[in-house]
């Protein structure tokens, strides 16, 4: 019994190296691929899970979820992040999860799927939320958001956080230069990378009263 602990220990650790690693990447040297070619996200063999739906969160939800400190909300002149747009597992997902895992005793999938698009900047998130839904089936994701957003390239960046798994995507013009966020993009993948892993589904966020939670202190402070 020590012994499988302590290689479950030795495993957490590598996997943890691996996520630093992949926070270390600047922006502008970052893998960007045409995004007709970057991988989107991915279901294995739980094919039901393709109809749960993700739902637009706003600008205070994304801070909850990464958890960002007091401090670094205090340098800021206004909500950080910008030209970020997330998307998060709707309460009808939390339950389908849930009633998933119990239906198949055990063996259906109990993890979320959360993902976030870094956009080079304010203006191009701006145009392209107009264009996405509020919310969208998880096997839509791959088809009407990044393989649909024609004209720019994508570097992707994936995370397991417990029952969370957290895709990181970086969107700039197709034939760009350097990343022109690079600086939010390094802050959101070390947020993700130190997160702790998430235990359960933690409803509150697919709550919409879930902004006012924790929360409201640190806007305060922001401003």
């Not at 958890?67 to 205090?74: E, G, H, N, R, V």
């Not at 259906?108 to 799927?113: F, P």
């Not at 839904?133 to 995370?159: C, H, Q, W, Y």
């Not at 990181?168 to 947020?191: K, P, Q």
Request: net charge positive; with cysteine; aromatic share 8%.
């Amino acid at each position: 019994m020590a012994e499988e602990r302590k290689k479950e220990k030795e495993k957490k650790k590598k996997h943890k190296e691996k996520e630093k690693e992949k926070a270390g990447t600047h922006g502008g040297e970052a893998h960007f691929k045409p995004s007709g070619e970057v991988k989107g996200v991915r279901f294995g063999g739980q094919f039901i899970v393709k109809s749960f739906t993700v739902r637009r969160a706003s600008p205070l939800e994304l801070l909850r979820l990464l958890d960002i400190p007091p401090a670094y909300l205090s340098e800021c002149q206004s909500l950080p992040f910008p030209s970020t747009t997330a998307y998060m597992p709707t309460s009808f997902t939390i339950l389908a999860h849930q009633a998933w895992h119990t239906l198949t005793l055990g063996l259906g999938t109990k993890k979320s799927k959360v993902v976030l698009f870094v956009f080079e900047s304010e203006g191009m998130k701006a145009a392209v939320d107009q264009l996405w839904p509020s919310m969208i089936p998880l096997g839509d994701v791959n088809k009407k958001l990044i393989r649909g957003l024609t004209g720019s390239e994508m570097a992707r960046f994936k995370f397991r956080k417990g029952c969370l798994t957290i895709y990181v995507y970086a969107v700039r013009r197709l034939g760009a230069a350097g990343f022109m966020c690079a600086d939010d993009l390094r802050r959101i993948l070390e947020s993700v990378v130190v997160l702790k892993d998430f235990l359960d589904h933690t409803t509150m966020l697919a709550m919409p009263s879930q902004k006012s939670i924790t929360l409201q202190s640190r806007v305060a402070v922001a401003h």
